[in-house]
């Protein structure tokens, strides 16, 4: 299955289905009303997950006709993969993008695993619809479980990235495995939607971080008796002329 790669992410999750419209007509109103359903899809799917949305439940909610819905949509299958990369749009913004605002290295690693950190926690009244969606969909092979994959998968590649960054500028030792760091530093995220959102545990995010900090410990090229970064404070260092994506 074809995956985007991470400079494309942008790309990839803003193609979607155009909105209808009449030849030659303005279909700006088109679009922000396709823009509100697809708002209210990705409240209901944090809520209820892919499987809860239904054309019906949308136009019910939007006090539309089912076919006004399906307009925009064209199947309940579409609707679910335009979730899909509108939670991702929204994930990369707010997520990695302003990571890349950091030094390369640690300072970047830190930075998005504590803004993921911050959006699960966030999460924790709705859902995270990658984690969700790969319960619902893990075993049912087609469009929807390809799309998530597929930006799952974009994401890990930008992690892996700032990884081997950081090995590459000395943050970490020039053996350290990539994927098995991604690994596991996967690994604390699952721990931490599963402890925050099911268990109700109020210090799960701080346990995120200080886990998060052994497996850099771990890694670290620093030199000996140099302190890592105090858990949950992420190390900042002055913004870049330039940003330079990873």
């Known amino acids: 299955m074809p995956v985007a790669p991470p400079t494309a992410v942008t790309e990839a999750s803003a193609a979607s289905q155009p909105t209808v419209s009449l030849p030659g007509r303005p279909h700006h109103k088109g679009q922000l009303t396709r823009a509100a359903i697809l708002e209210a899809a990705l409240g209901l799917a944090s809520h209820m997950g892919l499987e809860g949305l239904s054309i019906g439940a949308l136009a019910e909610l939007m006090q539309m006709s089912k076919s006004g819905v399906f307009a925009h949509f064209g199947s309940r299958e579409e609707l679910q993969i335009s979730v899909v990369r509108e939670y991702h749009v929204r994930f990369e913004a707010e997520v990695f993008t302003p990571a890349l605002g950091e030094s390369r290295g640690l300072p970047r ?6 803004r993921w950190v911050r959006r699960v926690s966030l999460e924790l009244d709705s859902g995270c619809i990658y984690i969700s969606g790969a319960v619902e969909f893990d075993d049912r092979p087609g469009p929807v479980r390809e799309a998530l994959v597929s930006m799952v998968v974009s994401w890990h590649r930008a992690l892996a990235r700032a990884i081997g960054i950081a090995i590459e500028v000395g943050h970490l030792r020039a053996d350290t495995d990539v994927q ?4 596991e530093v996967h690994g604390l995220i699952l721990a931490l939607h599963h402890d925050a959102r099911f268990l109700r545990s109020p210090d799960a995010p701080q346990r995120a971080r200080l886990a998060f900090e052994r497996v ?4 670290s090229a620093r030199a000996p008796g140099v302190a890592p970064a105090p858990a949950g404070r992420p190390a900042r260092s002055p913004r870049p002329a330039s940003r330079t994506r990873i």
């Open 109 to 114: 690693l830190r930075a998005l695993f504590e």
């Open 180 to 183: 098995q760091m991604l690994f």
């Open 216 to 219: 850099v410990a771990q890694a």
